[in-house]
T-cell receptor, first 113, second 113 residues
Framework: AQSVAQPEDQVNVAEGNPLTVKCTYS??????LFWYVQYPNRGLQFLLK??????LVKGSYGFEAEFNKSQTSFHLKKPSALVSDSALYFC???????????FGTGTQLKVEL | GAVVSQHPSRVICKSGTSVKIECRSL??????MFWYRQFPKKSLMLMAT?????????EQGVEKDKFLINHASLTLSTLTVTSAHPEDSSFYIC?????????FGPGTRLTVT
């Protein structure tokens, strides 16, 4: 069975500080992993993906994520948070070649001044 | 990038009526489209997978007679909520699959009064 876990419902960080949003996965085969961001009453916006290759993936808006096979993790990071980064973040995964994305439960990021 | 639109963005309907939501891939052909439902501050729940020219595959617990899905062309899928009730009020999001990625629409807020 495939699963993606986001252990934190909410993450609070001060503007300018680094942020991390955690994600672990349990996906059979070679995982394709994604991060999406959702602003209120909006659809999901793609941030970045890991398919193969370098474990460190750089994405939109200064976000990056590191694929760690031994820890089955794909944490989202940003060196310096902005208030405008406050949103709901979803990690998702699928087995390579598979059809259905499995989503984590989402993490609400709140960046405060 | 690949763009998916949804129409309408918001709809209010009376209990017992039906409402149709359109999902269009604007700049790519999506042989597979997905319909999700999202409750407030919750993750996305996959309702069904829609393949062009064939019947949709519904997830367990989703009533196929209530949530009618049609995928008549490579760029259009529709979700019709039949005989809507207040408990059907939700945020509905579609996505189109291209290669190994899904591209999400902006969502439709359905309110049933």
């Amino acid at each position: 069975a495939q699963s993606v876990a986001q252990p934190e419902d909410q993450v609070n960080v001060a503007e300018g500080n680094p942020l991390t949003v955690k994600c672990t996965y349990s996906v059979s085969g070679n995982p394709y992993l994604f991060w999406y961001v959702q602003y209120p009453n909006r659809g999901l916006q793609f941030l970045l993906k890991y398919i193969t290759g370098d474990n460190l993936v750089k994405g939109s808006y200064g976000f990056e994520a590191e694929f760690n096979k031994s820890q089955t993790s794909f944490h989202l990071k940003k060196p310096s948070a902005l208030v405008s980064d406050s949103a709901l973040y979803f990690c998702a995964g699928v087995t390579g070649g598979g059809n259905k994305l499995t989503f984590g439960t989402g993490t609400q990021l709140k960046v405060e001044l | 990038g690949a763009v998916v639109s949804q129409h309408p963005s918001r709809v209010i309907c009376k209990s017992g009526t039906s409402v149709k939501i359109e999902c269009r891939s604007l700049d790519f052909q999506a042989t597979t489209m997905f319909w999700y439902r999202q409750f407030p501050k919750k993750s996305l729940m996959l309702m069904a997978t829609s393949n062009e020219g064939s019947k949709a595959t519904y997830e367990q617990g989703v009533e196929k007679d209530k949530f009618l899905i049609n995928h008549a062309s490579l760029t259009l899928s529709t979700l019709t909520v039949t005989s809507a009730h207040p408990e059907d009020s939700s945020f509905y999001i579609c996505s189109g699959k291209f290669a190994y990625e899904q591209y999400f629409g902006p969502g439709t807020r359905l309110t049933v009064t």
